[in-house]
């Protein structure tokens, strides 16, 4: 049986903005000898925090593979990101979009279990750290990382050997195999290319947390490589003449404007937004009552306003514009039903509160990757808030018949780089007093 040859991988990535310019670094060494075998950095134009370090990982592990191709590897990657440590080693669960095919390219290069991970602190990552700013730096005076020009190993600390398992080989060819590989890479890359798997049979089989104790902390506790959460501010739309009368009003009825209560209501809400100065983007559901509540507030903030139909209300079919009691008169046995269980639809073909369920968070990840870092106005209805919330506390459908959501309510929900969400505020309306 041949030797495994044993190779530390470590990798960082950086974005000057989050999302921002970016570039990432990675270095491979020897295990045994601590010798630099290869270096790769590459600026990757405007992208999260995230996306650079994973990009970093799969260069770093792109260019192990090229250093022995034909010879069993133990590679330890070590990166100063936790969430690419922990999602890489199955005991977080990857749940943001951008993250999961950039994962299943990284899990493809080479057999998982000749990879194990390791989280170190920045300071001990400096070599990675100083080829990913050379790539952000190069980026910014419009070229590419240049290995030649690079003096990134001159800043790297100390490291210790491990005990060797296999001849030292010949580096240098290795190194020239590696650069070659990460050169083909690249150029994939801007084809659209770079390690093609079947990312949605990967995240299919995306594993459960294992080890309780490093389940990832959300809140105060927050591991600082997340970075700042995107921060959706949920506020319900003004009251509209149904509204008083707790009447079924959702995407599939007569759409009504606001009432003259309802104006005052956005009013209201516009001017609180405005004394906070917080909000930073605004983005409403397509119906009428919500974009006239957003206009309220865009006008007063200087802002425009971006349409997700995502954040439509729920379509109640023949229930629209009947209250509950004559809906319970008329339709008794659906409306139990609709009740009891969430994959039941009202009467006359509307949408089941899973339907709901799963095409809000389909906007909710949408939008948390085009807002990371930012805090977003959301001007949306009853169901779509309640299922915000619930789906935030990984709370049952039928939570929703727990909370109340009044007219022109803030409620408010971060979500975090790793997927996490926290619920920060729920139906207040002292905006309104």
Excluded at 124 to 131: F, P, S, T, V
Excluded at 163 to 181: F, L, N
Excluded at 287 to 302: F, K, P, Q, S, Y
Excluded at 369 to 382: E, F, P, Q, S
Aim: charged share 25%; proline share 6%; net charge negative.
């Amino acid at each position: 049986m041949s030797a495994v040859r044993r190779l530390v991988v470590e990798a960082d990535g950086g974005s000057r903005g989050n999302p921002g310019p970016a570039g990432y670094g990675a270095v491979v060494i020897d295990a045994a000898t601590g010798e630099t075998l290869a270096e790769a950095a590459e600026y990757i134009g405007v992208a999260t925090n995230n996306v650079a370090e994973y990009r970093g990982l799969i260069a770093g592990l792109t260019a192990a593979k090229a250093l022995f191709p034909d010879e069993a590897l133990d590679v330890r990657v070590r990166m100063d990101s936790k969430l690419v440590v922990e999602q890489m080693s199955g005991r977080w669960k990857i749940k943001h979009p951008d993250m999961k095919p950039l994962a299943a390219r990284a899990t493809a290069i080479l057999p998982p279990s000749s990879v194990t991970y390791e989280w170190i602190p920045r300071a001990q990552n400096k070599h990675a750290d100083r080829l990913a700013n050379e790539a952000m730096d190069a980026g910014r005076d419009g070229r590419q990382w240049e290995a030649s020009a690079s003096t990134a190993e001159l800043d790297a600390p100390a490291r210790t050997p491990l005990p060797d398992r296999g001849p030292p080989g010949d580096a240098a060819a290795g190194a020239a195999k590696a650069r070659a590989a990460l050169a083909a890479a690249r150029g994939a890359a801007d084809t659209g290319t770079l390690f093609e798997v079947d990312a949605d049979a990967a995240a299919s089989e995306e594993p459960e947390p294992t080890d309780v104790t490093a389940a990832p902390q959300v809140g105060w506790a927050a591991a600082p490589d997340l970075g700042a959460p995107a921060t959706f501010v949920l506020l319900r739309h003004g009251e509209t003449l149904l509204t008083p009368e707790k009447r079924f009003s959702g995407s599939g009825g007569t759409d009504p404007e606001l009432s003259a209560i309802g104006r005052d209501q956005a009013a209201r809400a516009a001017a609180h937004f405005a004394a906070l100065g917080t909000v930073q983007e605004i983005v409403s559901s397509p119906l009428r009552r919500c974009r006239e509540t957003a206009a309220a507030v865009a006008d007063r903030l200087g802002l425009d306003v971006r349409i997700e139909d995502g954040l439509r209300e729920t379509d109640f079919g023949a229930w629209e514009g009947l209250t509950f009691g004559e809906v319970r008169e008329r339709y008794g046995d659906d409306l139990t039903t609709w009740l009891a269980d969430p994959e039941t639809a009202p009467t006359g073909g509307g949408e089941s509160f899973a339907e709901v369920a799963e095409r809000v968070a389909a906007a909710r990840d949408r939008l948390t990757a085009r807002y990371a870092g930012r805090t977003v106005l959301l001007v949306t209805h009853v169901t779509p808030i309640k299922t915000l919330v619930r789906l935030a506390l990984e709370a049952p459908a039928k939570a929703m018949f727990r909370m109340e959501l009044s007219a022109a309510s803030i409620s408010t929900v971060a979500y975090y780089g790793d997927g996490n969400a926290s619920v920060r505020l729920l139906n207040d309306t002292s905006h309104l007093r």
